[in-house]
């Protein structure tokens, strides 16, 4: 069976399961609870417990000047009208005496998964939840500073990460209005402040929501296949946005920018894959983070979001 399948499968039977996919949907597991492979960790929690650390990651971030190629190249796609918003992700090369396991414990996240010690995301942003026959869904776009005076003020009235922001909640709308009905904007542009490390962040949110047939369980994979990719790690207009961005990125994202979550029975959460660190041998380590791009971005303040990114909360 397919990704789609299994997740009907499993939610027309009402039994809990576990599931993660890559962005396109090529890559995917599904798992009964009561059978989860023991190297499959994983965490789901508004509320975590805080764990203190200072924890040291060397860091080889993708060169300046190579960046900046790719994100002119990004431009002169929006320029030429093929995209309006799109998420260029890099790769950086870290290093630390941590093992993927000791940084799994450490993270302080809302969604935490240890994937077979092959990689670690701590992510904070939720993909979609279902509860009550409702489905909402929560994009995260726009990142500054914390420690920046009046940050918040900032980052609001910044008419860039308006414009960039306001495109992905009405590319989510939308995508909501697929599986859903009488889908409204509940909360628009909140921030949230993020544990970035040494740093703190403030991340700009929205909350999206519909209501669903009471037989939504029944169609679980429907939904969840109709909504991915996730509009924030791509953009718009989705299809013609991730071939521009297989193209200009030119590497592997892996299962970074996919989801992971879990039906219990009667509801649903789920994560999108994001502060992704992967194993590559002893010490060595790739994390992969990036940022969206539109026509009024400017490549200092891109780069240095990314660069921002890469972190254990």
């Known amino acids: 069976m397919n990704f789609k399948e299994l997740l009907n499968f499993y939610g027309e039977k009402k039994e809990p399961f576990f599931f993660i996919t890559n962005y396109n949907k090529t890559q995917f597991e599904v ?54 918003l799109a998420n260029l992700t890099s790769e950086t090369k870290v290093t630390t005496s941590l093992c993927l396991n000791e940084i799994y414990t450490l993270a302080n996240a809302k969604f935490k998964l240890n994937y077979k010690n092959k990689f670690v ?14 489905i909402y869904t929560y994009p995260m776009k726009g990142t500054i500073d914390a420690n920046i005076k009046d940050a918040k003020k ?11 922001h306001t495109m992905i909640v009405d590319l989510l709308r939308n995508d909501l209005s697929i599986v859903s009905k009488n889908v409204k904007v509940d909360d ?35 939904i ?28 592997d994202r892996g299962y970074f920018t996919g989801i992971f979550g879990v039906y219990d029975g009667k509801q649903l959460d789920s994560g999108v894959i994001i502060r992704y ?16 791009i539109t026509s009024d971005s400017c490549v200092k303040k891109e780069y240095q979001e990314m660069c921002d990114k890469v972190y254990i909360p």
């Open 154 to 164: 900032i980052i609001l009235n910044d008419q860039k990460e308006l414009a960039e």
């Open 188 to 222: 628009f542009r909140y921030v949230e402040n993020i544990k970035a490390g040494e740093k703190e962040l403030l991340q700009v949110s929205s909350k999206i929501s519909g209501e669903l047939e009471t037989t939504w369980e029944n169609h679980i994979g429907d």
């Open 121 to 134: 995301c701590f992510s904070p942003e939720r993909f979609c939840e279902i509860k009550n026959n409702k």
């Open 31 to 84: 798992h009964p609870l009561n059978n989860l492979p023991k190297d499959i960790i994983f965490q789901i929690s508004d509320n975590p417990n805080i764990i203190k650390h200072k924890t040291i990651l060397n860091k080889r971030h993708i060169n300046f000047n190579e960046y900046t190629k790719k994100f002119n190249s990004l431009k002169n796609e929006i320029i030429n009208g093929n995209t309006y």
């Open 277 to 292: 660190i992967e194993k590559i041998s002893s010490n060595n380590y790739i994390y992969k983070s990036g940022g969206g």
């Open 224 to 251: 969840i296949t109709s909504l991915l990719p996730a509009g924030s790690i791509t953009g718009t207009p989705k299809k013609k946005t991730i071939e521009i961005l297989d193209k200009i990125e030119n590497y």
